[in-house]
């Protein structure tokens, strides 16, 4: 038999006693507490079975926890010859571990944590890895309307680790991933990310004895690799998936490059006028971004002038 000496013994009346001294604080009408009244015999019915169940546990046999471990992984399993506390341990790892694919958190986790020890997944090799996954619950990527509520639908959006789309394969053998996990109600869709290619103009004050072309360089260089879909944000994990872009981010960006005195007139065009994020003086601060999307930014659609101060003035001069 097992003992369980922490679990204290309780007594139907001294739970019946508490039960009727919290009736005038919760219940200031009631004022029968007699035994005849109705609501008293609810509250022995409950003292009684929270009898049973205290003195219960307090003497756990194994037959009686091998009879719950058969019920929760079954019966081949509670029977299999092992210790019951290796059955007990087992079991209830078994029970911790995710696999229902229930809210956007269970989807994400299981694609990041499970699917590179399936078969499928070693199956397709490094076109099977997975760098970053986001999802989008209510919401049908696959459809001509992805912004669309649409109630019952999952939508899972995939970044492979080398490639900015994932490939057919990935995406048919990872909605198989998710099949026997989803829930009985849900409708799940793998996608990939949709881009929004973006320009950036900006002008560039150079500081004395810079250099020019270095410059330049080290700014293509560094907003491209923040806005990189793998690298790039705050956490150098990718930009995040419906990150908008501010002015404020790129003006801070430029400003530590080395050689680059300050920063004026940035702008930055996207895909539609509709994007564009102005302030409370309908001055353009950035451009809006959607939940499904991340930012695409070539090198060649960054434009940059050079200013350099000489005689006095700040003048344009070529890389």
């Known amino acids: 038999m097992t003992s369980l000496p922490n679990v204290r013994q309780l007594e139907f009346s001294e739970l019946v006693d508490q039960a009727r001294a919290e009736i005038p604080k919760l219940c200031p009408e009631w004022t029968h507490h007699g035994a005849a ?3 008293i015999t609810l509250i022995e019915l409950v003292a009684s079975f929270a009898e049973m169940l205290t003195y219960r546990a307090s003497r756990q046999t194994d037959a009686i926890t091998r009879s719950f471990l058969e019920l929760l992984s079954g019966e081949e399993s509670a029977r299999s010859g092992e210790e019951l506390r290796d059955s007990l341990h087992r079991t209830l790892a078994e029970l911790w571990t995710r696999y229902r694919a229930v809210t956007c958190s269970d989807y994400c986790h299981l694609a990041l944590e499970q699917w590179a020890e399936t078969d499928a997944a070693k199956a397709l090799g490094a076109a099977g890895q997975i760098h970053r996954v986001h999802c989008l619950a209510e919401r049908h990527l696959a459809s001509s309307k992805p912004l669309a509520r649409m ?15 994932p490939s057919t394969a990935l995406r048919n053998q990872l909605w198989q991933f998710y099949e026997p996990r989803r829930l009985l109600t849900t409708r799940h869709h793998v996608v990939g990310p949709r881009f929004v290619e973006v320009n950036i103009q900006a002008k560039l004050f150079l500081q004395d004895g810079a250099s ?14 923040w806005f990189d879909p793998h690298t790039g944000g705050e956490d150098n994990m990718g930009w995040p998936f419906g990150g908008n872009i501010y002015l404020s981010s790129i003006y801070r960006e430029i400003d530590k490059i080395a050689g680059v005195d300050f920063v004026k007139d940035i ?4 895909p539609h006028a509709s994007r564009t994020i102005r302030n409370s003086d309908d001055e353009h601060v950035g451009i809006t971004i959607y939940p499904h999307e991340l930012v695409r930014l070539r090198s060649a659609k960054i434009s940059l002038s050079l200013h ?11 890389a």
């Not at 702008?267 to 996207?270: E, I, L, Q, Y």
């Not at 350099?308 to 070529?318: K, L, P």
């Open 267 to 270: 702008k930055v065009t996207g």
């Open 308 to 318: 350099e101060f000489a005689a006095g003035e700040w003048r344009e001069v070529q």
């Open 212 to 225: 020019r072309t270095g410059v330049v360089e080290e700014t293509r260089q560094r907003l491209s690799r």
């Open 37 to 39: 009244d109705p609501g």
């Open 151 to 165: 109630p019952g639908h999952v939508s899972v959006i995939v970044v492979p680790k080398h490639a900015d789309q």
